[in-house]
Nanobody, 121 residues
Framework: QVQLVESGGGLVQAGESLTLSCVASGNIYRMNTMLWYREAPGRQRELVAHITRDGESEVYVDTMKDRFTVSRDNSKNTMRLHMNGLKPEDTGVYYC??????????????WGQGTQVTVSS
């Protein structure tokens, strides 16, 4: 099948930057829309951003719109979340999600295992 692996999380101070990566591997025919979700402590998982195969993207969380951007490299089946000016409220586990058409030409949704981002004040 398909595996999504996130990396790049860590403990940073407020105001610093991080770039999260999500790399897909496996029985991939075509990577479609890729998304980032965040699960903050004690809260439900929420959609942070998406990017289409053609590179159209949007950040959905109002407090992140002017600080976060999302990019992808289709040749490497990779998506990144560039997070600048991090704030303590950005803390959470960030998950990669992707709609992937596999070699059997069936499109399925896949999740990564998540990467922890902790921002200290």
């Amino acid at each position: 099948q398909v595996q999504l692996v996130e990396s790049g999380g860590g403990l940073v101070q407020a105001g610093e930057s991080l770039t999260l990566s999500c790399v897909a591997s496996g029985n991939i025919y075509r990577m479609n829309t890729m998304l980032w979700y965040r699960e903050a402590p004690g809260r439900q998982r929420e959609l942070v951003a998406h990017i289409t195969r053609d590179g159209e993207s949007e950040v959905y969380v109002d407090t992140m719109k002017d600080r976060f951007t999302v990019s992808r490299d289709n040749s490497k089946n990779t998506m990144r979340l560039h997070m600048n000016g991090l704030k303590p409220e950005d803390t959470g586990v960030y998950y990669c999600n992707a709609n992937v058409k596999t070699q059997d030409l069936i499109t399925r949704e896949y999740w990564g295992q998540g990467t922890q981002v902790t921002v200290s004040s």
